[in-house]
DNA sequence: AGCTGTACCTGCAGGC
DNA sequence: TGCCTGCAGGTACAGC
């Protein structure tokens, strides 16, 4: 499901929730997701909910913490004393009971709440890690540097003047860039004029500029409308995020450039849709 | 080194 | 209505 914005959803409505709350026991629904030792994690308190990458990090107070990758179709729903009312939701397929058939790890928390793991696909995983081991984990390892943290112009423009392949695979490359998916690298893209199919090379410096600014635009535009909920993310409570009612070009094939008025086209690069408009991405 | 295709899963939309 | 195909926000790995 998320990218960069709607992890960053999450992490905020964790933060707010599950901060203080002490796990009292993991329920371990389907073996594959939950990678790690449970007993490191019972009875430690959660001090605090970080982000790398696509990644959350929950946080421990002894030597140990929780790395989630939430991947195409994952969930983190909190339930408990924190939340006065169950929200409505809309969009998630499953519907509103909790737990249901796709709820495949279950962390039993103090004060009567509970948090799920949802996950329709089951690619997404739940690891305990050694804090000081995280980072030669094997995603953690390689992962490039980050929008809003340590992506620099100046490393954008050299990542991208160095590679030939088409411009949009290089935002989507974690190894080379921490955060950006499918759907944003068609935004930022669009925003910036510039055509995904582009050799990255022949980017100009002053193309670098836009597209270095579309980025953090689009992506600041997914946090503040709460992420993107076209197919299935919720945020910490369950809930939808709007940012799919604001795509100028994901999803809109045969539809209108808002721009300039011709067809979107879709195309595949990498194997992933690609959408843009052939006239005002150049 | 770096690219491409495929695998991992399940549900759903669209075509016939 | 129902079957079949392709597609979905992401990575990891095999093979060239």
Redesign the pocket.
Known sequence: ???LP?VETIRLGLQKYLVGHTILDVDIRMA?IFQGEKKNVIGAKITDIKRI??VLIVELNNEFLIAI?L??TGQLIYRGERVSRVPRVSRV?IGGELPNKFTHVIFHLDRNSVLYYND????GWIRIVENSKLKMQ??FKDLGPEPFKDLTFSKFIKIVQS???PIK?VL?D?KKIGGI???YANEALFDAGIDPRRPAKQISEEEAKKLYSSILKVLKNGIKYG???????VNALGEDGSYQEHFLVYGRKGEKCRRCGLVIKKIKL????TYFCPACQR
Not at 270 to 273: E, I, K, P, V
Request: charged residues 30%.
């Open positions: 499901m998320p990218e709607e594959k990458g696509k990758h991947k195409l397929k329709m696909r089951k690619f094997s995603f590679s030939k392949t695979l989507m974690q998916g499918n759907i992420g993107s909920s076209d197919v299935n993310f990498g194997g992933r849709g």
